[in-house]
């Protein structure tokens, strides 16, 4: 669930996040990441057809490799999200913050 905070920015609740976004039609799994440690914070879905898990850590070095190459292009930027279409799946990556510390973590929708 999102809440309007005061500055105008959403909040997005961790623990209802990857809930709901399992209810876009197509999903096949999703899993908000620790993108400092690739670890998963919340899964849901994948089953037989995607170790969440394994994906998530894989994808946590596709974001550090983009982070690093816009510091290398000395670019004052972030990114905000990330797409990557195969033959048969769209890979979609959001990066967020934690609200409660600030730390990066990014929402991977399959």
Do not use: W
């Amino acid at each position: 669930m999102r809440h309007l905070q005061t500055n105008g920015e959403y909040e997005m609740n961790m623990d209802t996040a990857p809930k709901e976004a399992m209810g876009i039609a197509g999903a096949i799994g999703v899993a908000l990441v620790d993108g400092e440690s690739g670890l998963c914070l919340g899964t849901q879905g994948g089953g037989k057809l995607l170790d969440m898990n394994l994906a998530a850590a894989g994808n946590t070095d596709v974001v550090r490799a983009k982070m690093r190459a816009l510091e290398t292009l000395h670019l004052n930027d972030a990114i905000e999200d990330m797409l990557i279409t195969l033959e048969n799946q769209y890979h979609l990556i959001r990066i967020l913050k934690n609200p409660r510390n600030g730390t990066g973590i990014f929402l991977y929708l399959v």
